[in-house]
């Protein structure tokens, strides 16, 4: 009985030997600098961001050329 759960267990050693911590002979490549995240500094993110306004029930009162008139925030 002993024997055969040894057997048992060197085969399940062998098997799963490269996945528990096997060699491993390649390397990643090396990763790029982070450009974001810089620490002690304040986190500034730009991007570009395409936005469409639908204005509705305003009968007239407000036509395109008005709002792009208006100051941006």
Known sequence: MYKR????VA??????GPWIGGPRTARA?????LANLAPGTDL??????????????FNGLLD???LLAQPSA
């Not at 759960?5 to 048992?8: K, N, S, T």
């Not at 490549?29 to 600098?33: E, I, K, R």
């Not at 500034?44 to 029930?57: A, E, H, S, T, Y």
């Open 5 to 8: 759960c040894a057997v048992l």
């Open 11 to 16: 085969l399940l050693l062998l098997v799963a």
């Open 29 to 33: 490549a090396a990763l790029p600098p």
């Open 44 to 57: 500034r993110l730009k991007q570009d961001v395409d936005v469409n306004v639908v204005l509705i029930g």
């Open 64 to 66: 395109p050329a008005t």
